[in-house]
Structures are given as structure tokens and as C-alpha cells.
């Protein structure tokens, strides 16, 4: 099914680092319980390592989460249809291996904690317990993050320089380019600057300044929007604050065009035509060769 939006990124996973933060600094936990065996990536340090130890900082790298454990880190990368909702009792026994959403349970030594859930039968949530985050191959290859202070207009320009004729929608969803932007926000930062995601990323030094105060108003407008939500309430904010990412169909709020979509053969990206391509409808791949 094509991606609409599900997948946390930059803003949720910030946002529930400050959520997650105020319920777990300084907790005790009593152990990790992994009930889908595939979304646990490692096995040195074992999980059992975990039990016992007093749980610290919360930090993001991009769009992966990191709880630091005592001198260890539980990281994990939600995927596509991963989440974690906050559990005040103690746990229900679980449905058994495979059955169910329930993917891995941290649980404290109240019995209260996080249950870490991924719906849909393509399984991806993915689990690390390591010593350094930079461990996670994922983490060791992103790219430098948008938020960072020393991420400025000039480093920005830099890199679409860099990526030449790429389409600078792709460039904007690559992380190992850019930490965090993933296709929703993309969507939305394209639109904000009025420019196709066809457009290459080679483009003038005016271009280039536009789309990076895009990119700093859109993740941190959606992170103003977020502050204070609990886990529970950041996907509905989320969808509620597109303008142009899954609302195909719907009115443009800028102009009113018609949104339209192209779609690929595992996602989709949205768009208006009278603000980023001067009118012009995209050719919708994999309907051009359906039509073949």
C-alpha cells in the first residue's frame, strides 16, 4: 500500500523524545520483552543487559529514537506503520510470536512502560541494543541533521550543489544526505517553497535560499505544533497539518487547484500544480505504463 503520511519522522520522533522523556528519565528497567523475534537487530549486548539499569537521556538521529539505558542504548526506528504507546499498568500477556501488532515491550519496575506496536503484515520496526548509537549502521550513515545550528543556508546550498541533476525531492528524503525529512514533509517543504519535485537540485543560490527557509519553517513550525502533544495525539497532528501531503483530490489552501499525486511503486508524493509546476500536471509513472 502506498505510504500516506504513517511514517514518523523528523517532528514526531523529536516530539516524543520530549514526551517519552518526562515518563522514563531516571525510571528503573525491568526488562525488555521481544515478541517479534525479526525487529531485533543485534544480540551483543543481549537484552537481558537491560534489566536493572537506570534510564538517562532520550535523543533522536534523524528519524531513529535513542534511549540511553545506563551505559547502554536501546534505539529504534519505527518504519512505516511502527509506533509506541505509553502503558500506565502492567502488561497483558502477550498474543503470542507473530500475532498481533505488539512487536517489543519495554517494561519498568512498576510495570507500567512503552509498548512498541507495528500494524499491517510487512514487518520493519527495527530494534538495536548497543553500546554507542553510532553502532547502528543506520544512525553511523545519516547525513548532517536540519536543525542543527551549523546546518546553515550555505551548507544547505552546498549539498544541492553536490546532488546535481538529482530531483531535489529525492535529495530531500535521502539520509544519508539529510537526516529526518522523510516523504511527508518533503511534500510539504516543496510546496511551501513553490517548486516541483522534478526540479533538479542543482539550482540558483536564490532557489536554493528559498527552499532552505522552507525547510527550517516547515520542521519547526510541525515541531511548535507537536509540543506538549502525548504519543498518542502526534499522527492525528501530523495529518492535520498537511496542506498538500496525503490530500489528493482536495483543495490546494493556497490557491485552490485540484492537489495531484504521482505515484511510485512503493509510495506516493502530492502536489499542486499551480503553485510548484506552474500548472503543469506530473505524468503519473505507473499509470503512463498501465496505460501502455
Known amino acids: 500500500m502506498a505510504e500516506t503520511g504513517r511514517v514518523p519522522e523528523l517532528p514526531e520522533i523529536h516530539a516524543l523524545v520530549s514526551d517519552l ?4 528519565t531516571g525510571r528503573t528497567v525491568d526488562r525488555l520483552d521481544v515478541v517479534s523475534f525479526a525487529a531485533l537487530k543485534t544480540v551483543d549486548p543481549p537484552v537481558s543487559a537491560l534489566s536493572g539499569r537506570v534510564i538517562g537521556r532520550l535523543a533522536r538521529h534523524g528519524k531513529f529514537l535513542d534511549i540511553a539505558i545506563g551505559d547502554l542504548h536501546l ?15 502492567a502488561p497483558q500477556p502477550p498474543k503470542g510470536i507473530g500475532k498481533g501488532p505488539l512487536a ?10 512503552l509498548d512498541i506496536t507495528e500494524a499491517g503484515t510487512k514487518k520493519s520496526v527495527a530494534l538495536w541494543v548497543a553500546r554507542d548509537p553510532l553502532d547502528v549502521p543506520g ?6 541533521d536540519p536543525l542543527d545550528p551549523a546546518f546553515t543556508a550555505e551548507v544547505f546550498a552546498g549539498i544541492l550543489k553536490s546532488a546535481g541533476r538529482a530531483q531535489v525531492k529525492g535529495v530531500l528524503r535521502n539520509q ?17 517553497a513553490r517548486m516541483s519535485p522534478f526540479k533538479p537540485a542543482a539550482m540558483s543560490p536564490d532557489e536554493a535560499s528559498r527552499l532552505f527557509a522552507a ?18 495525539e502526534l499522527k492525528r497532528e501530523k495529518k492535520s497539518g498537511m496542506r498538500v ?30 503553485c510548484q509546476t506552474g500548472g503543469k500536471r506530473l505524468a503519473d509513472r ?5 496505460l501502455k
Open 75 to 89: 534505539v529504534m526506528h519505527l518504519a512505516r506503520a511502527g509506533w509506541i504507546r505509553w502503558r500506565d499498568g
Open 104 to 113: 517489543a515491550r519495554l517494561v519498568l519496575d512498576d510495570g507500567s512502560g
Open 21 to 24: 522523556g518526562s515518563r522514563l
Open 139 to 144: 544512525i553511523a550513515r545519516l547525513g548532517p
Open 176 to 192: 544519508s544526505i539529510i537526516a529526518g525529512i522523510g516523504n511527508a514533509y518533503s511534500d510539504e517543504i516543496l510546496h511551501l
Open 215 to 232: 525547510v527550517q519553517q516547515e520542521l519547526r513550525g510541525a515541531i511548535a505544533r507537536a509540543d506538549g502533544l502525548e504519543a498518542s
Open 286 to 290: 505507473v499509470l503512463s505504463r498501465l
Open 245 to 274: 501531503h496525503g490530500r489528493t483530490g482536495e483543495a490546494c489552501p493556497v490557491c485552490g487547484d485540484t492537489v495531484r499525486q504521482v505515484i511510485f511503486a512503493d509510495s506516493t508524493l502530492q502536489y499542486c500544480p499551480t
